[in-house]
Nanobody, 123 residues
Framework: QVDLVESGGGLVQAGGSLRLSCTAS????????MAWFRQAPGKEREFVAA????????AYADSVKGRFTISRHNAMKTLYLQMNNLKPEDTALYYC????????????????WGQGTQVTVSS
């Protein structure tokens, strides 16, 4: 069992930045591929970004490419999402997720989920 806790969400104006964090409860964090997803009201959960257990080969949704950066610090058992040039359409509940193998853009692939942190971008 891996417990994941997100933090760093908040209210920001369009064009602003936020950094989300996701802290894991277990040292086995370093063996998991990790991802960020988001879900806006009335919409399905969508893939944002993912990173392998080594920290290499990150992947991004087209909608955030060039604006968001995913990274991880295995010794700190923490996953990050740096979000720059935020837009109102980025408003959503952001979740981190863990998979014991390679990553995927499909939510059903992931075994462990956090409770989410709200990001609201005002225009």
């Amino acid at each position: 069992q891996v417990d994941l806790v997100e933090s760093g969400g908040g209210l920001v104006q369009a064009g602003g930045s936020l950094r989300l964090s996701c802290t894991a409860s277990e040292h086995t964090f370093s063996t998991y591929s990790m991802a960020w997803f988001r879900q806006a009201p009335g919409k399905e959960r969508e893939f944002v970004a993912a990173i392998s257990w080594t920290g290499g080969s990150p992947a991004y949704a087209d909608s955030v490419k060039g604006r968001f950066t995913i990274s991880r610090h295995n010794a700190m058992k923490t996953l990050y999402l740096q979000m720059n040039n935020l837009k109102p359409e980025d408003t959503a509940l952001y979740y981190c997720a863990a998979a014991p193998e390679t990553y995927s853009t499909y939510p059903s692939w992931y075994k462990y989920w956090g409770q989410g942190t709200q990001v609201t971008v005002s225009s």
